[in-house]
Structure formats: C-alpha cells, structure tokens
C-alpha cells in the first residue's frame, strides 16, 4: 500500500484536532506526550497543565494499581489484555474532581526499532449512557 504522506498529515491533524473524542498519547513511563481538545472537553485539564504530567490525573485512585499493573504487562509485551474490537470502559476523573465514565480502545505505539514506546487510547464520555442503563437496572426490579 503507498501513501500520500501530505494527505496523511493533513488526516492525522484532523484526527488530533477534534473535539468529540479525547486522543491520550503517553511514553513507555506512563507519562501524557498527546492530549487533543476533545480530552480537554472531556477531562477539563489544557494541554500544558497534563503534558509529561502521569495518567493519574484521570485515574480515581482505587484503580491506580490495576491500571499500572496491566501498563507494565502492555509496555513489556507489547500486547494488550483486550481484543481488538473490546472497548474498555473505566470511570475516570476530571479536572473538578468529578467521577465520568469513559470508554476508550488502545494502541500500542513502537518505536523506529519497532520496540514497544507508549500507548495511544481513543476516549468517549459515556457517561450519561451510563446513568441511564443504570436507572433502567434499578427500575426493573
């Protein structure tokens, strides 16, 4: 397959741009490299407050060790858990303190060397759904 890399860039500035999904990029530490203006919609936090900051900004802290478990395993080799077409949904925090539910797919990013160099995740606030399927469990019974 070839590529028109101008077309391609300009994709890619689409993508990192929008507003309706969050795009996190981090380093093989765990630390944020990317946050578009969709995780700021979502999350709260600009771009300059999170970049090199951890991703536990927006992990409630009950969750931090399974998060970080399941980082190391990811960043070691270099394969998620999660089949491709899993998303995974978590509650995550916002910059207000708030709880929100997200769902979000995972990539994992490699290097030149084509080693394992960090993770790419799409999000989506799924919080409303959220409330609402669990106002229907409490209604049905």
């Given at each position: 397959m070839t590529t028109n890399e101008p077309?391609?860039?300009a994709i890619?500035?689409?993508l990192f741009?929008?507003?309706?999904?969050?795009i996190i990029a981090t380093d093989k530490a765990g630390a944020i490299t990317l946050w578009n203006p969709g995780a700021q919609r979502i999350f709260g936090f600009a771009a300059t407050e999170v970049l090199?900051?951890?991703?536990?900004?927006?992990?409630?802290e009950k969750l931090r060790d399974a998060h970080w478990n399941g980082y190391v395993k990811v960043m070691?080799?270099?394969q998620s858990r999660y089949e491709a077409d899993q998303m995974l949904k978590v509650?995550?925090?916002t910059a207000d303190g708030r709880r929100i539910s997200v769902e979000f797919t995972l990539a994992v990013v490699l290097d030149e060397k084509g080693e394992v160099d960090g993770t790419v995740a799409v999000?989506?606030?799924?919080?409303?759904?959220f409330e609402?399927?669990?106002?229907?469990?409490?209604?049905?019974?």
């Open positions: 077309r391609v860039s890619a500035s689409a741009g929008m507003e309706s999904d969050a090199g900051q951890s991703l536990d900004v927006i992990i409630p070691t080799t270099g509650p995550a925090l999000l989506r606030d799924v919080t409303a759904a609402e399927m669990r106002e229907l469990r409490r209604a049905a019974r």
